[in-house]
């Protein structure tokens, strides 16, 4: 085994504790943490570009012949006390297993033709934003596009969408006047998705060639300047008195509809 790292003042823990709790730290040293077994597994199966590898003591008696079965040659494995990891863990009943990761290089989407695309307009959620990217890899989404939304790399954000932030192509554009031309001159059909009565029930309409949903922010949807926009407006028809579902869900619904 390997020593065992007791000390808060570890220079690996003290940076991990940095990338954990700031946006800041992240940018400025281009990496993310994550903290669970499966979402570890699935990082070192895609190649995710780990630089360190940390389990507690615990952890490694139990998971690390597994982990350690991985190519390792970029990354520094560390074990640390079961009371350090307690300390570091975000989660209530920490499994022990922790890792730092590079932010991957930024990319410009590909738009193929019948591309599906979904664009997460202000979304402030961590669950909302990690769950509908977790969804969108479940359906076959080709993409999604946050703009002015939650930091992509949060650990809240990363552990919602249980790995899929690993293998969607996920891209960030928050320039509104940049992504709307992005997806004019592609020739993107774009669609808002709003609770509007002169929108088109998203049951009623044909999604072919290049699409891309607008799904905006949780309390207070797209703004209607954004809504404008877009090439249309779509909306989920619902019964009774309820006029609105929570973001994910909503973002669920269409991904399905795109998919159709």
Not at 79 to 99: C, H, K, M, P, Y
Not at 172 to 177: A, K, S, Y
Not at 227 to 236: D, E, L, N, S, Y
Request: aromatic share 6%.
């Amino acid at each position: 085994m390997e020593n065992i790292i007791t000390s808060k003042d570890n220079p690996v823990i003290k940076l991990y504790q940095k990338l954990s709790s700031s946006k800041k730290e992240r940018l400025q040293y281009g990496l993310f943490v994550l903290e669970g077994l499966r979402i570890t597994e699935d990082a070192l199966r895609e190649d995710s570009g780990i630089t360190h590898l940390i389990m507690t003591k615990n952890a490694y008696e139990k998971y690390g012949e597994n982990l350690l079965q991985a190519d390792l040659r970029n990354t520094k494995t560390l074990v640390i006390s079961n009371e350090l990891g307690n300390r570091i863990a975000a989660t209530d009943t920490t499994q022990g297993v922790f890792a730092i990761c590079s932010i991957p290089v930024a990319k410009k989407p590909v738009f193929g033709d019948n591309c599906r695309y979904a664009v997460l307009y202000g979304l402030q959620d961590p669950g909302n934003v990690g769950m509908i990217i977790r969804t969108a890899d479940a359906l076959g989404i080709d993409g999604v596009i946050l703009s002015g939304s939650c930091d992509l790399y949060s650990p809240k954000v990363i552990r919602a969408t249980m790995g899929s932030v690993f293998r969607m192509n996920i891209f960030i554009e928050n320039d509104r006047t940049a992504l709307f031309e992005m997806l004019e001159s592609n020739g993107v059909c774009s669609s808002a998705a709003v609770i509007d009565t002169d929108a088109q029930r998203v049951t009623d309409i044909s999604f072919e060639g290049r699409q891309a949903v607008f799904i905006g922010n949780e309390g207070s949807g797209l703004p209607a300047d954004v809504a404008a926009q877009c090439t249309r407006k779509i909306t989920i028809p619902m019964n009774g008195t309820i006029n609105s579902l929570n973001a994910a869900m909503a973002a669920g619904i269409l991904m399905w509809e795109l998919r159709k």
